[in-house]
């Protein structure tokens, strides 16, 4: 279970990575609809492991390969947003977050 600070570290940190990728993230995203839905970061705030869905999830792969080769950009502009906060920027892991893509092929078997 989460501290209340680790849950608050936790949802800036997906605030601000959500709004670096809006800002910066088109050579990122490659045509894709990125969306950070959950964060979750170590006791000691070493590591933050976000979670990305992404729409067509067809171009889910190429998307995670392009997060990961620019995890020091991503990593460098959440640092200069969450300096006050932590004493050092957490490792960023990535992760696809396919519980909509789940969701849709359950509703399209249901509908058959």
Known sequence: MQTTRQQKIARQIQRDIAEILQRDGAAIAAGSMITVTTVRVSPDFGYAKIYFSIFPFAKAE???????????????????????????????????????????????????
Not at 66 to 79: A, D, I, K, T, V
């Open 62 to 112: 190429e998307v995670m390969r392009s997060l990961e080769s620019n995890n020091w950009f991503l990593r460098r502009e959440l640092g200069k947003r969450i300096r006050n906060q932590l004493k050092v920027v957490p490792e960023l892991q990535f992760f696809l977050d396919d519980s909509l893509e789940y969701i849709e092929n359950i509703d399209s078997l249901l509908k058959e």
